[in-house]
């Protein structure tokens, strides 16, 4: 109905029950097959020609070389880090192979939600905003164990303190969200701990909620903020209309309220500026302190980093987190202090993480 004829749709994850409440694409008949391929199909059927193509994937899974044949990307994910991930993607692209590919992302939230238009190295990108999206709700370990309150303490204290020890599905069988039996396990687990601290509320949903870190979906929401991704999309694709500039926020909580802005390119991004990034330190201070400064959400949010740098005319890798072996082998400079790894004041040390993939430097004052 928009006119776009070529499609191709990519998504990781199956059909359950709580999928249907909130759009027309799927039915009962499809749950647990691959979303992407229930979706092209049942598009398919509606609007018969259409070259519509399924991808049972992770947006990682695929290289460079394949998204350089869109022309625009729309993006409907539910973390964090794989927007970091496209948007680092795409940013390369248009940096390396000068093929600039603008960019949508929409999301929500219960009943709020957001619709933001990228430009590569033309507008702010994801990277620039970063502080825009709330820090993942963890609760202390103290109060879980000790002093639950809500029902989503007792959810957290069966999932991280009773499955490592019980192990109720053989050892080393990691919690599966999307098990039933997974979650029927965590749930009567998590009912007991709250009748033994008078807690109600715990329920299946809850539990899978938690577990699988679920963010609530209303469909009113969801199809509004659609609604602003297509046609922003129609927008680009056409040049018939002036595109969004480029942030839309919707919110339904009480009434009806949308604000549209300019939100601004960041001098020190990590992702489009390319700008060395200063931090200080004490020469006395151990690499850990690094790794924790760079690894905090209100900092830069690389959970997974290999650090290298030039060390008396040698390029040394200091700790690798991705690799086990090499982990262990090299957890060690972690306690060792900055001038006992012999480095100096202006130190360059060159981070890469899967979340971004084009490296980032940080430049260290050592006082």
């Known amino acids: 109905m928009s006119g776009f004829r070529a499609v191709h749709v990519i998504d990781m994850d199956t059909i359950d029950l709580s999928n249907l409440n909130r759009q027309?694409?799927?039915?009962?008949?499809?749950?647990?097959?691959?979303?992407?391929?229930?979706?092209?199909?049942?598009?398919?059927?509606?609007?018969?020609?259409?070259?519509?193509?399924?991808?049972?994937?992770?947006?990682?899974?695929?290289?460079?070389?394949?998204?350089?044949?869109?022309?625009?990307?729309?993006?409907?994910?539910?973390?964090v880090m794989a927007r970091r991930w496209?948007?680092?993607?795409?940013?390369?692209?248009?940096?390396?192979?000068?093929?600039?590919?603008?960019?949508?992302?929409?999301?929500?939230?219960?009943?709020?939600?957001?619709?933001?238009?990228?430009?590569?190295?033309?507008?702010?990108?994801?990277?620039?905003?970063?502080?825009?999206?709330?820090?993942?709700?963890?609760?202390p370990l103290c109060t879980i164990a000790n002093t639950p309150r809500l029902p989503e303490h007792c959810v957290e204290y069966a999932k991280i303190v009773l499955w490592p020890k019980e192990q109720p599905f053989g050892p080393g069988v990691a919690v599966?969200?999307?098990?039933?039996?997974?979650?029927?396990?965590?749930?009567?687990?998590?009912?007991?701990?709250?009748?033994?601290?008078?807690i109600s509320g715990v329920t299946y949903r809850l539990t899978q909620g938690v577990t699988k870190r679920i963010i609530p979906a209303v469909a009113s929401t969801n199809a509004t903020i659609a609604a602003a991704c297509v046609t922003e999309c129609l927008?680009?694709?056409?040049?018939?209309?002036?595109?969004?500039?480029?942030?839309?926020?919707?919110?339904?909580?009480?009434?009806?309220?949308?604000?549209?802005?300019?939100?601004?390119?960041?001098?020190?991004?990590?992702?489009?500026?390319?700008?060395?990034?200063?931090?200080?330190?004490?020469?006395?201070d151990p690499l850990q302190a690094f790794l924790d400064t760079i690894g905090t959400e209100t900092g830069f949010n690389l959970r997974k980093p290999t650090l290298t740098a030039m060390v008396?005319?040698?390029?040394?890798?200091?700790?690798?987190?991705?690799?086990?072996?090499?982990?262990?082998?090299?957890?060690?400079?972690?306690?060792?202090?900055?001038?006992?790894?012999n480095m100096q004041d202006g130190q360059e040390i060159v981070v890469t993480d899967p979340g971004v993939k084009m490296p980032v430097h940080f430049i260290l004052t050592l006082t």
Not at 99 to 127: M, Q, S, W
Not at 259 to 273: H, I
Not at 312 to 338: C, D, H, I, V, W
Request: net charge negative.
């Open 86 to 139: 496209m948007n680092s993607t795409l940013l390369n692209l248009a940096l390396r192979t000068e093929n600039v590919i603008p960019f949508l992302d929409g999301g929500t939230e219960a009943f709020k939600g957001h619709c933001r238009v990228v430009v590569p190295l033309t507008t702010a990108c994801i990277e620039c905003n970063m502080d825009l999206y709330p820090p993942q709700r963890n609760f």
């Open 235 to 284: 927008k680009i694709a056409t040049a018939s209309y002036h595109h969004l500039d480029n942030y839309l926020m919707f919110n339904n909580v009480e009434g009806v309220y949308t604000f549209a802005f300019t939100s601004e390119r960041k001098d020190n991004c990590l992702a489009c500026s390319r700008a060395s990034q200063q931090l200080t330190f004490a020469g006395s």
């Open 312 to 341: 008396g005319g040698e390029n040394k890798t200091l700790y690798m987190s991705n690799l086990p072996q090499m982990e262990e082998a090299l957890r060690p400079n972690l306690a060792l202090s900055f001038h006992e790894l």
């Open 176 to 198: 599966d969200g999307d098990n039933p039996d997974h979650i029927t396990w965590l749930y009567k687990t998590a009912v007991d701990r709250a009748n033994s601290f008078n």
């Open 24 to 79: 027309f694409l799927f039915t009962p008949e499809d749950i647990g097959k691959p979303k992407a391929e229930a979706a092209v199909r049942a598009v398919m059927k509606r609007v018969p020609g259409l070259q519509y193509v399924a991808h049972y994937n992770k947006i990682q899974d695929f290289d460079d070389d394949f998204y350089l044949q869109f022309n625009l990307v729309v993006l409907g994910l539910d973390s």
